[in-house]
Every structure is written in structure tokens, then in C-alpha cells.
């Protein structure tokens, strides 16, 4: 069974930074492109992030672009998202999503999502 | 990075199709055939529906199809149930080597 688990969320105060980590299980994670979607709440979906399954194409959100990194450790089935420079726009769930064997594929799996509030 | 364009709400009645738009530009939607629908609940994670265009995940009901004219895409569904009251939101693989998704709509079944 394909499991996404992400960790790493919490309150913040803007300026600072925070490192998000989504475990992956069920499926080996170098043959799949891997994204970071969020949503704040009572808003909709806002893609942040994605990587194909090298790290050759990894693409931003101009949103979050400069401020945030996306990193993947296949070997330890693992994507990670660095973000630095917080702002209170950047409060939401965000999510880790499984994309397909090439970059434009939708997203079949979903984690439960960890919150991130950026707040004085 | 202009987010597509949906509805906000779209609504039918048990049995009715219904149809929601999803409008882009020709960097997005209208470029490549990679075009993805989710289902989302209050409080629930999302799902897919269809991806690249009109293409259905297993498990997803054949109610649900997919379809591209030029920069419009568009999600059917077919039979409306009860059940399919929900957010729905398109995105598009874009040539920026990015995705964005649409605002959303919000599918009320009366």
C-alpha cells in the first residue's frame, strides 16, 4: 500500500525557517515524480513544488520561489521541502503528493498533510 | 503563474450531468495534454479523477470522464449521486516546468 506521511509543521514566526519531510512506503520512490501542494485554509489547492524523479527538474511556485527548497533522498524514500524566510500567506496544510513516471502526471496519492502556521 | 480558470459553483440534480470548465492559455492547458481533475470533500485529501485529459485512475467511476478544446478543458459527470457533492479542481502541467491548479468549484447536488 502506497503511504505518504508528512512531518515537520508548526507554528513559526515570520522571517524564521522550517524544514518539512514527507516519508514515503509502498512504492520505490526514484521511479516517480514527487510534488508539494498546499492549502490554506478554506482556500484552494496551490501547487508549491515538484521534482521529477532525478532532481533534474525541480520547479517553484513564484510564490514561494527563492525562499523554498525542494530536496529528495530516494535511497531513503524520503522529499523534504526548506523553507525559509516565512511569511503569515504562507500559512496552510501542505501536502506531499506522488506524481507519475514523467512530470505532467496528476497525483495519485496524497499524505494527510502537516500545518504550518506563520505567525508573530 | 495565473491560476485556471473554474467556476465557483456549479450544481444539478440526482440523476443530471453537469460539466465544469477549466480555462487556461496555450502554455498550460492548451499546450499539452496533461491536464489532471480532483475530488476533494470538506476536511478530506484530495483524489484524483482523471489525468491527461481524459484518462481514468482504477477505482474511479466511469461517471466521471474528461475532455480538452483548445485552452477549456472540462470534467463530465454523468448520473449525479449524492455522493459527488464536492470541491473540484482542474491543473495543467505548464511550460515553465511548473503546474498550477484552477480556483476550484464547489459542485452542489439539490
Known amino acids: 500500500e502506497v503511504q505518504l506521511v508528512e512531518s515537520g509543521g508548526g507554528l513559526v514566526q515570520p522571517g524564521r525557517s522550517l524544514r518539512l519531510s514527507c516519508a514515503t512506503s509502498?512504492?520505490?520512490?526514484?521511479?516517480?515524480?514527487m510534488h508539494w501542494v498546499r492549502q490554506a485554509p478554506g482556500k484552494g489547492l496551490e501547487w508549491v513544488s515538484g521534482s521529477t524523479w532525478n532532481s533534474v527538474t525541480i520547479g517553484y511556485a513564484d510564490s514561494v520561489k527563492g525562499r523554498f527548497t525542494l530536496s529528495r533522498d530516494n535511497p531513503r524514500n524520503s522529499l523534504y521541502l526548506q523553507m525559509n524566510s516565512l511569511r503569515p500567506e504562507d500559512t496552510a496544510l501542505y501536502y506531499c503528493?506522488?506524481?507519475?513516471?514523467?512530470?505532467?502526471?496528476?497525483?495519485?496519492?496524497w499524505g494527510q498533510g502537516t500545518l504550518v502556521t506563520v505567525s508573530p | 503563474q495565473s491560476a485556471l480558470t473554474q467556476p465557483a459553483s456549479v450544481s444539478g440534480s440526482p440523476g443530471q450531468s453537469i460539466t465544469i470548465s477549466c480555462t487556461g492559455a496555450?502554455?498550460?492547458?492548451?499546450?499539452?495534454?496533461?491536464v489532471s481533475w480532483y475530488q476533494q470533500h470538506p476536511g478530506k485529501v484530495p483524489q484524483l479523477m482523471i489525468y491527461d485529459v481524459s484518462n481514468r485512475p482504477s477505482g474511479v467511476s466511469n461517471r466521471f470522464s474528461g475532455s480538452k478544446s483548445g485552452s477549456t478543458a472540462s470534467l463530465t459527470i454523468s448520473g449525479l449521486q449524492a455522493e459527488d457533492e464536492a470541491d473540484y479542481y482542474c491543473s495543467s502541467y505548464t511550460s515553465s516546468s511548473t503546474v498550477v491548479f484552477g480556483g476550484g468549484t464547489k459542485l452542489t447536488v439539490l
Open positions: 503528493a506522488k506524481g507519475g513516471t514523467y512530470y505532467g502526471a496528476g497525483f495519485d496519492c
Open positions: 509502498g512504492f520505490t520512490l526514484d521511479d516517480y515524480a
Open positions: 496555450s502554455s498550460d492547458v492548451g499546450g499539452y495534454n496533461y
